[in-house]
């Protein structure tokens, strides 16, 4: 039987590092984050292959990986970083005419509490029930609904002139 | 779906669009997998300490030289005992030791030197490096921690050398720089990395950011221990083609960063390491708990004092060198 694991890494890197991307605003932290996740599964992959959704925990270990990063100061960090990027290296032009408001909308959700915003990008990227949120976060569905609520909210507040042109 | 969560779904995919090509990641894995796969990391490793406390040790001894007529070493050589020393790099607040080594200067001088995780678990809610700031940090602080130390792996370092931070900054650049090789081009904001790859002189801030950078490299934390080392390694390098001359004016510097408990002689030490010595370091078998525990790591006693007798004891197999993670060129990551 070929290795599990490495069917495993092989199936889900790309969409583990760009969950991890979407969350940490910062694709070199992704990586690092995913990279010392999937070494850790590795070693314990026999029990994780047994479980129902291996994907969802290994999700679920990365989550935490950044949730727990012990620079608080992470966050601040990590938009300034990112606008400083964008700066340097413009996304590839998008012939999408609310391309400034989609980076704008980048900017703010990298303002987000760490939290808030994996909750949002399991929503709106990996298109996740509250439930998988939920188990994800180690949370109730309640918190999850409150978590996005909550960044949705922030999200408007600071978006009042925007509209996405038609 | 509004026109708002329309947005945030475009806003999101785009961020995620910036993510790393996946093939770095899997040649990181693939990498990683053989070090990995026995529990026990054994690593080479020199911690900052061990750099600072060479260079404590090196440079006296120049000093040395000048004042005391060669004749009189020869008739009086160093008392026939090993000496052992917790070394301690301290972080920028000077209130956690970052790096810990226990070294021990042979009487045949040799240098051997075991390096503990900072994150050790001496206690269920304590790590190694908060036993300095419990006990009040200062010296009833470096002796708490020279018995955690003990307890650990069976040895009792009869002296501690505490370095802080800023001592590399200012020690790189008096010895005007030193060489290092680098894999790959490396940024890291929080240390206030960016560096090139291949051969270079770091000195100053960019030899503290060197030695400090542990995010954004492929195996972090493994990658900054693998740097120590390649760091000492030159800096030992550079220190023993000095002139005495210049050398002699790193003492005041060596006096501002390096504090000492006030029986440690490193006039005897530094004429120990004269006698050009062979290092060994390694890091003590250490491996993640088992509970869902994060932050810590577990270094058995049993297995830590086997290790550490042996690697002091000079057995053969013993690592030490050269260090895991630096390629056959010398270079880290």
């Known amino acids: 039987m070929p290795d599990g694991f490495d069917q495993f890494v092989t199936d889900r890197l ?30 314990r992959w026999a029990r994780i292959a047994a479980m129902d959704a291996p994907y969802l925990y290994v999700k679920r270990m ?43 909308m980048r900017g703010r959700i990298a303002m987000l509490p760490r939290k808030q915003r994996a909750a949002l990008v399991m929503r709106y990227y990996e298109d996740c029930t509250d439930a998988e949120i939920a188990t994800v976060l180690n949370c109730t569905e309640g918190t999850v609904r409150s978590h996005i609520s909550l960044a949705l909210k922030a999200l408007r507040a600071d978006n009042r002139v925007m509209e996405v042109q038609r | 779906m509004t026109n708002d969560e329309l947005l945030i779904r475009q806003a999101i995919a785009t961020e995620a669009e910036q993510a790393v090509d996946p093939g770095v990641v899997l040649a990181t894995l693939r990498r990683g997998r053989k070090p990995r796969r026995t529990r026990t990391m054994v690593v080479a490793v020199a911690g900052l300490a061990v750099a600072a406390g060479i260079v404590a040790v090196v440079v ?8 005391a007529p060669p004749a009189a070493q020869e008739v009086a050589p160093s008392p026939a005992a090993d000496q ?15 790096s810990l080594v226990l070294a021990r200067f042979g009487v045949d001088g040799s240098f051997r030197a075991v390096s503990l995780p900072r994150d050790s678990r001496v206690s269920s809610d304590l790590r190694l490096n908060a036993v ?7 010296d009833a602080g470096a002796q708490a921690t020279v018995t955690e130390v003990e307890k650990l792996t069976g040895v009792r370092a009869q002296h501690y050398a505490m370095v802080d931070m800023a001592g590399f900054a200012a020690l790189s650049s008096a010895v005007g720089g030193v060489e290092v090789c680098l894999k790959a ?56 083609t000095e002139d005495a001359t210049r050398l002699a004016t ?41 509970g869902g525990t994060t932050g810590f790591v577990i270094v058995d006693p049993a ?31």
């Open chain 2, 132 to 138: 300095f700031s419990t006990n009040g940090g200062g």
């Open chain 2, 303 to 333: 297995a830590a004092r086997q290790f550490t007798a042996d690697l002091f004891a000079g057995k053969p197999g013993t690592p030490g060198e050269p260090a895991n993670g630096a390629g056959g060129d010398g270079c880290v990551n």
């Open chain 2, 84 to 98: 052992t020393i917790l070394l301690m790099g301290m972080d920028a607040s000077d209130e956690r030791p970052d």
């Open chain 2, 250 to 290: 790193l003492a005041p510097l060596l006096r501002q960063h390096v504090r000492t408990d006030p029986g440690l002689d490193l006039i005897d030490i530094a004429r120990r390491l004269a006698k050009r010595p062979s290092v060994a370091i390694a890091t003590v078998p250490w491996s993640e708990p088992t």
């Open chain 1, 14 to 43: 790309d969409r583990l590092l760009r969950y991890a991307t979407a969350m940490t605003c910062d694709r070199y932290l992704a990586q690092d984050i995913v990279q010392e996740v999937l070494l850790r599964a590795q070693r």
């Open chain 1, 62 to 104: 990365v989550t935490n990986e950044y949730l727990s990063w012990r620079h608080r100061k992470a966050a601040r960090d990590i938009s300034s970083s990112t606008r400083t990027l964008d700066r340097l290296t413009p996304p590839v032009a998008d012939p999408a005419v609310h391309h400034a408001e989609r980076d704008a």
């Open chain 2, 185 to 240: 081009p490396t940024k890291d904001p929080y240390a206030k990395a960016d560096f090139k790859a291949g051969k270079q002189v770091v000195s100053g801030e960019q030899a503290l950011a060197f030695l400090r950078q542990r995010h954004h490299l492929p195996m972090g934390d493994l990658d900054r221990i693998a740097r120590h080392q390649a760091f000492l390694r030159a800096l030992i390098g550079k220190v023993s």
């Open chain 2, 60 to 67: 006296p001894l120049t000093a040395a030289r000048e004042q």
